[in-house]
């Protein structure tokens, strides 16, 4: 393909607002799948990640390529949530252009603001698609008015305020410029059945990725594979000359060492498949083989002149907590996998991949600290480790403090809550407590939205809190802002622990004494151990019971002797409640079919 058509575009948006949907059409509409193979009747078809399709959000940023008439269109589907915004900023770099989403209804928020904004420091064309300009609650005019005031804070150059805005119905397929209101408040798209529009804005705005053929080598790692027959793959863009398979590169190290190689296979996309080529030329996007240990962000370059392009700018991680070998009486009855060296082995292989993962020494030798973009972030790692057959224990999660001009700082968020009018009272009254700051409150159709500022450390565990006071209704999204000086944290406090006092299983008997007192996360004929938290006490302190206690047989019957036990039924936390909840003195014993709370010290029930 001829480096003039060629375009790499990146795809971005707030999650939920429609990308991946869109992506879906764009594969369908351009053949890339025939009449009869199954994708044509899938949908969210990039997710391939079971993940991905549970949670019904982007975790990795993917690459897809099709063709469109005589050009040939990389696209770069990136997540959504600001967790996993270290996947973001690593795949920009590989783009030209971007095509911001932005939902006819919801608008502007927070994620939208930050991956624009990434987005146009890296000095990407951008193409803006207001999407479901079907729903009956669109607001079309006002969305576009928050898009321009978004970019009048945002543009670098005074070209980037020059972007071309179409409409779309993505689930649909139907991207076009001209739009008419119908009778129930909802648009139609008048001028296009179809993608079109959006190929020939893309081809037309979007310019052909620039660099020289003939100019030495540069191809920076951007993403890592695998394998099983050909061993590790690289995944890159040629910024500069073209590679063959079987040529002699150079990769330069983070550590800048030269470690000489040969590429052995070399591939690009097509579709959701890898096509194998002979050459790959300045501006596509390549996967190869045969390169040693690369690392993403490293340059593979011309062996002869050798030139290293600018490492990839990561924001740091702002969330830690301690993994380590889990203790319980119950350790390796349930897991494959459970030593330190297994777990150490399992973590130094994710952070090849995973560019927003830090790893730092743990409290003693059998734990490592991981330090992750958000709990949402490092609960995607825990769930996938524990479907892999691993287990350990987790501490509470923390905030990532720093030392800026000698004074303690801890991170900022900026937090978008969208609620029904009824709950407002309530999201006032709670973010209160947790000591936020309201920058702004103004009505969207039937909701409203708050925009506040908080502290990293005290929004821990408020998501579960809003699903529960707005039953369910209550939208939040939250991204990074800055460090700032340290605050008192919030006074908001968990109950305390309902401690099981010995091994065994749980009874019915036993269960309902101790659900007068609080409530229960285990339920009857379950096997508890002692120093395991079995629910949280209404008061504050921490109560030992035995909850494996059995009624006394008795040759004596009353009338009310064999009435039934009536217990509610037990809550089961998600992985990432029970990070929410976890007390300093408790850890979370993850294993592939169980998460249990329990003391640090087990020995708690002999004190």
């Known amino acids: 393909m001829k480096q003039a058509n060629l375009r790499n575009i990146a795809i971005i948006a707030h999650v939920d607002h429609g990308k991946t949907t869109l992506v879906d059409a ?12 199954k994708e044509m009747d899938q949908t969210t078809i990039l997710d391939s990640n079971e993940l991905e399709r549970e949670k019904g959000v982007t975790i990795l940023a993917k690459n897809t390529a099709v063709t469109w008439k005589d050009y040939r269109i990389n696209i ?17 770099n590989m783009a030209d252009g971007c095509l911001l989403l932005v939902d006819a209804a919801e608008g502007v928020l927070s994620q939208t603001k930050f991956v624009l904004r990434l987005a146009l420091k890296l000095g990407l064309i951008p193409i803006v698609v207001i999407n479901k300009v079907d729903r009956k609650d669109q607001r079309v005019d006002e969305v576009e008015q928050e898009i321009g ?19 779309a119905k993505g689930i649909k397929g139907i991207v076009g410029r001209e739009l008419a209101k119908q009778e129930d408040s909802s648009f139609y798209i008048t001028d296009s059945q179809n993608l079109t529009p959006l190929f020939e804005t893309i081809i037309n705005h979007v310019p052909a990725p620039a660099g020289s053929p003939a100019a030495p080598l540069q191809l920076q790692v951007n993403t890592l594979g695998w394998d099983n ?50 050459s790959v030329t300045t501006g596509e996007i390549v996967a190869l083989t045969g390169i040693p240990n690369p690392k993403i962000g490293e340059t593979i370059a011309d062996p002869v002149n050798p030139q290293a392009l600018p490492s990839l700018q990561i924001t740091e991680p702002t969330v830690k907590m301690q993994l380590s070998v889990n203790t319980s009486p119950f350790v390796s009855q349930e897991a494959e996998f459970s030593t330190s060296r297994q777990l150490q082995t399992r973590l130094d292989k994710e952070i090849e991949t995973n560019v927003g993962l830090r790893l730092l020494p743990g409290n003693s030798t059998e734990s490592v600290t991981l330090v992750g973009r958000g709990e949402l972030h490092l609960a995607i790692l825990i769930e996938t480790m ?88 209550g939208v939040i999204n939250s991204n990074f802002l800055e460090y700032r000086l340290q605050v008192e944290e919030s006074t908001w406090r968990r109950g305390g622990a309902i401690i099981a006092q010995q091994i065994g299983q749980t009874t019915a008997y036993a269960l309902d004494k101790a659900q007068q007192r609080g409530k229960m996360i285990v339920n009857p004929s379950e096997q508890v151990y002692g120093g395991q938290v079995v629910g949280l006490n ?62 640090k010290d087990l020995n708690v029930v002999n004190h």
């Not at 995944?235 to 990769?251: A, E, M, S, W």
């Not at 030392?403 to 009824?422: F, H, L, M, Q, Y």
Request: aromatic share 8%; with cysteine; net charge negative.
């Open 26 to 37: 764009i594969l369908k509409q351009t053949q890339t799948f025939a009449a009869y193979e």
């Open 76 to 92: 770069l589907d990136t997540p959504g949530h600001a967790d996993f915004s270290g996947e973001v900023e690593r795949v920009l």
């Open 149 to 167: 005031d978004l970019f009048l804070d945002l543009a670098t150059t005074e070209d980037q305020l020059n972007f071309p805005v179409l409409y």
């Open 229 to 278: 027959h050909l061993g590790k793959i690289v995944i890159g863009r040629v910024f500069n000359g073209t590679i063959r398979q079987g040529q002699k590169v150079c990769l330069l190290t983070h550590d800048n060492k030269k470690v000489f190689a040969k590429v052995e296979h070399l591939f690009i996309q097509n579709g959701l498949h890898r096509q194998k080529v002979e």
């Open 386 to 473: 524990r479907r892999e057959g691993y287990e350990f224990s987790l501490s509470r999660p923390e905030v990532v403090l720093k030392e800026i001009d000698g004074k303690i700082c801890e991170p900022w968020e900026t937090v978008s809550i969208e609620i029904p009018e009824a709950h407002t009272g309530t999201i006032i009254a709670g973010m209160s407590q947790r000591r936020a700051t309201l920058v702004d409150m103004h009505k969207v159709n039937e909701y409203v939205r708050f925009e506040y500022e908080i502290a990293t450390n005290n929004l821990i565990g408020y998501r579960d809190e809003l699903l529960t006071s707005t039953s369910g209704e």
């Open 538 to 599: 209404s008061r504050q302190q921490d109560m030992l019971m035995n909850v494996c206690k059995g009624k006394k047989l008795t040759n004596m019957r009353a009338s009310t002797a064999e009435a039934t036990v009536v217990l509610t039924p037990a809550w089961k936390p998600s992985l990432e409640q029970f990070l929410t909840i976890i007390a300093d003195d408790e850890m979370l014993e993850v294993t592939p079919k169980n998460l249990r709370l329990r003391k």
